[in-house]
T-cell receptor, first 114, second 120 residues
C-alpha cells in the first residue's frame, strides 16, 4: 500500500522569503504521479503542481517548484517570494499511473507573515 | 475552464431529514469523485464514478447514496445522517483514459468549493 508523509504540521515564513515543504512517500510502483494541492482558508482545493515519476526534470510553476528525488522517495515543494495569499493548508498527494485513488498526506499548514 | 461547481454551499439538516448535494462539471471529464473532509485533515475518498458507473465505494455507510445521472452531474443523497457526518463534502473530477487505450495520461483531479454540512 502507498503512504504519504508530511512531517511538518505547521510552518511559517516571512513575506518575500522562500520556504520548503517536505513530503515523502512509500510505494513499490514504478509509474506514478505526485501532486501538491493548496487549500486556502476559503476551502477551495487548488492544484499547485504535478510531477510525473518518469520525468527526471523537476516541475516548476511560476514561484512554485519541486525537488523530486525518486530514489529517496522525496517530493518537496519550494515556494519562492512568498506572498500573503500563499497562506493555506498544503497537501502532498500520490496517485498510481492511469488514474485511480489520490493518497493524501496529513497536510502542512503554512502561514505567511507580513 | 477548470471549474467544478457544488450546491448548496452550506446545509444544515436534522437526523431524520433527506437532502441532496449536487456537483457539476463541464470539462468533459469522465471520472467524478466524492470526498469527505474534516477540519485540518486531508480529504477522505468516498465514491468514484467512471463513465457514469460506480467504480469505487470506500465502504461508505448506506445513509450516503451517490448518483451519476449523466457525465456532467454527480449527486450525493443523504438520509438519516449522524452528527459525526458533519463535514465539508468535496466533489472532484478528472479525465479518464478510454477503456481500451492503455495510454498514459496524467489524471489530476479538480476540486469544487465544497458543501459545508452540519447535522443537528
Amino acid at each position: 500500500a502507498q503512504t504519504v508523509t508530511q512531517s511538518q504540521p505547521e510552518m511559517s515564513v516571512q513575506e518575500a522569503e522562500t520556504v520548503t515543504l517536505s513530503c515523502t512517500y512509500d510505494t513499490s510502483e514504478n509509474n506514478y504521479y505526485l501532486f501538491w494541492y493548496k487549500q486556502p482558508p476559503s476551502r477551495q482545493m487548488i492544484l499547485v503542481i504535478r510531477q510525473e515519476a518518469y520525468k527526471q526534470q523537476n516541475a516548476t510553476e511560476n514561484r512554485f517548484s519541486v525537488n523530486f528525488q525518486k530514489a529517496a522517495k522525496s517530493f518537496s515543494l519550494k515556494i519562492s517570494d512568498s506572498q500573503l495569499g500563499d497562506t493555506a493548508m498544503y497537501f502532498c498527494a500520490f496517485m498510481k499511473g492511469q488514474g485511480g485513488k489520490l493518497i493524501f498526506g496529513q497536510g502542512t499548514e503554512l502561514s505567511v507573515k507580513p | 475552464d477548470t471549474e467544478v461547481t457544488q450546491t448548496p454551499k452550506h446545509l444544515v439538516m436534522g437526523m431524520t431529514n433527506k437532502k441532496s448535494l449536487k456537483c457539476e462539471q463541464h470539462m468533459g471529464h469522465r471520472a467524478m469523485y466524492w470526498y469527505k473532509q474534516k477540519a485540518k485533515k486531508p480529504p477522505e475518498l468516498m465514491f468514484v464514478y467512471s463513465y457514469e458507473k460506480l467504480s469505487i465505494n470506500e465502504s461508505v455507510p448506506s445513509r450516503f447514496s451517490p448518483e451519476c445521472p449523466n457525465s456532467s452531474l454527480l449527486n450525493l443523497h443523504l438520509h438519516a445522517l449522524q452528527p459525526e457526518d458533519s463535514a465539508l463534502y468535496l466533489c472532484a473530477s478528472s479525465q479518464d483514459a478510454p477503456r481500451d487505450s492503455g495510454v498514459w495520461s496524467s489524471y489530476e483531479q479538480y476540486f469544487g468549493p465544497g458543501t459545508r454540512l452540519t447535522v443537528t
